[in-house]
């Protein structure tokens, strides 16, 4: 299977724009062409502001996990580069990619350990490094109902925490 090219930008400090690549353009333009586009810095800056950045605390920048261009899915991955006086100082990369749902087949581990839907479901989202509450959100359920699933899961698979979750479905043991 071929990869998908990544979307990149580069915010500054206060969250402007300072660069982005083609593929950025295109993912969040989806479906104008890039090339139709008059003003790509405007086009970004707004579509950062109302389809990645997260509602929540307005002094700390947050973007969502995974948003939709088009019919197609995509997580949006946020580094800091700290700089060198202060955190306030950190610009932000922005990756945006198809997620590769391809990496683990969950279907062998749900049926070696009698996992339920809503538990592989719960193991899905926690393969891609969501959080509970973020699980919850996509889940359509409560954070303490997420808990509940991702604890049954600890106990079919022997672990006691979501690390050894993963750990056993990355490295299964003998």
Same mark, same amino acid.
């Given at each position: &299977? $071929?990869?998908?090219? %990544?979307?990149?930008?580069?915010? /500054?400090?206060?969250?402007?724009?300072?660069?982005?690549? +083609?593929?950025?353009?295109?993912?969040?333009?989806?479906?104008?062409?890039?090339?139709?586009? =008059?003003?790509?810095? &405007?086009?970004?800056?707004?579509?950062? +502001?109302?389809?990645? &950045?997260?509602?929540?605390?307005?002094? +700390?920048?947050?973007?969502?996990?995974?948003?939709?261009?088009?019919?197609?899915?995509?997580?949006?991955?946020?580094?800091?580069?700290?700089?060198?006086?202060?955190?306030? /100082?950190?610009?932000?990369?922005?990756?945006?990619? $198809?997620?590769?749902?391809?990496? %683990? /087949?969950?279907?062998?581990?749900?049926?070696?350990? /009698?996992?339920?839907?809503?538990?592989?479901?719960?193991?899905?989202?926690?393969? =891609?490094?969501?959080?509970?509450?973020?699980?919850?959100? =996509?889940?359509?359920?409560?954070?303490?109902?997420?808990?509940?699933?991702?604890?049954?899961?600890? %106990?079919? &698979?022997?672990?006691?925490?979501?690390?050894?979750?993963?750990? +056993?479905?990355?490295?299964?043991?003998?």
């Amino acid at each position: &299977m $071929r990869a998908s090219p %990544v979307g990149f930008i580069l915010l /500054d400090p206060s969250l402007k724009l300072l660069a982005s690549n +083609r593929e950025a353009v295109r993912i969040l333009a989806f479906p104008t062409p890039p090339e139709r586009i =008059q003003s790509v810095y &405007m086009f970004l800056t707004d579509r950062l +502001r109302t389809g990645l &950045m997260a509602s929540g605390s307005p002094n +700390r920048a947050r973007f969502v996990p995974e948003f939709q261009s088009g019919k197609r899915r995509y997580t949006c991955t946020a580094f800091s580069l700290d700089g060198s006086r202060s955190s306030s /100082d950190a610009s932000v990369v922005l990756l945006l990619q $198809r997620p590769n749902r391809n990496f %683990v /087949d969950l279907s062998h581990v749900s049926a070696e350990y /009698d996992l339920t839907p809503r538990e592989r479901e719960s193991v899905e989202f926690l393969m =891609q490094g969501l959080t509970t509450k973020e699980i919850a959100q =996509q889940m359509k359920v409560s954070p303490s109902t997420v808990s509940a699933f991702l604890r049954l899961v600890m %106990v079919k &698979m022997g672990t006691n925490s979501r690390s050894g979750i993963v750990g +056993r479905i990355v490295r299964p043991t003998a």
